[in-house]
């Protein structure tokens, strides 16, 4: 039972290019969700999902595309990448019948040149 | 409007020594309040969560207290040791049970702990 994991750890990106960060949970959680974590600020939602091929819109969704073709994985899309996406990417999943219970990943850390 | 404080936003203390962080939040309607330990570079992990009926829930050496009267919790670390160093996030929700759940989160208080 390896939880929440995500691929890759670090990446850095040139201003334009893109790219897609994987997260996949084997809890069979039915939530998912795409947070962004900058210094001084709190978690912020970039998008989520509430099962397998849905998704909505968090608080910052600007600049960001997800899928959920399978229950078990969520990816994050930046189609052009931005300096402003400079971020540590964090991903959680829940459970329906506990969904404020949030287990994340180890996150990713993307530096955007 | 929806917000999560937490004080102080650093704090440094021997090993061994208590101490007490504090969270004090605007959500409505209230659902529940967590509190989650991050190490560095790592995610959060889920130390307690607490719903409206809850006063104190207790994980080991962390003790959170819930006042849904006054909107505030604290949590209280007893008998620190070197790997409590880490950011605590207090984390509210909102009790709503459309799709448009709100789930805010604080900035976190840096705890270092000093040999």
């Not at chain 1, 390896?2 to 990446?11: D, M, S, Y």
């Not at chain 1, 998912?32 to 999902?49: F, N, T, V």
């Not at chain 1, 990816?75 to 949030?102: D, H, I, N």
């Amino acid at each position: 039972n390896a939880g929440v994991t995500q691929t890759p750890k670090f990446r850095v990106l040139k201003t334009g290019q893109s790219m897609t960060l994987l997260c996949a949970q084997d809890m069979n959680h039915e939530y998912m969700y795409w947070y962004r974590q900058d210094p001084g600020m709190g978690l912020r939602l970039i998008h989520y999902s509430v099962g397998e091929g849905t998704t909505a819109k968090g608080e910052v969704p600007d600049g960001y595309n997800v899928s959920r073709l399978k229950k078990q994985n969520f990816l994050l899309g930046l189609e052009s990448a931005a300096p402003s996406q400079t971020s540590v990417y964090f991903c959680a999943s829940s459970s329906k019948t506990s969904r404020y219970e949030q287990y994340f990943g180890p996150g990713t850390r993307l530096t955007v040149t | 409007k929806n917000q999560v404080e937490q004080s102080p936003q650093s704090l440094i203390i021997l090993e061994g020594k208590n101490c007490t962080l504090q969270c004090n939040y605007t959500v409505s309607p209230f659902s529940n309040l967590r509190w989650y330990k991050q190490d560095t570079g790592r995610g959060p992990v889920s130390l307690t969560i607490m719903t409206f009926s809850e006063n104190t829930k207790s994980n080991g050496r962390y003790t959170a207290t819930l006042d849904a009267d006054t909107k505030q919790s604290s949590l209280h670390i007893t008998a620190s040791q070197l790997s409590d160093s880490a950011s605590y996030i207090c984390v509210v929700s909102a009790g709503t049970k459309n799709r448009d759940d709100k789930i805010i989160f604080g900035k976190g208080t840096r705890l270092h702990i000093l040999p």
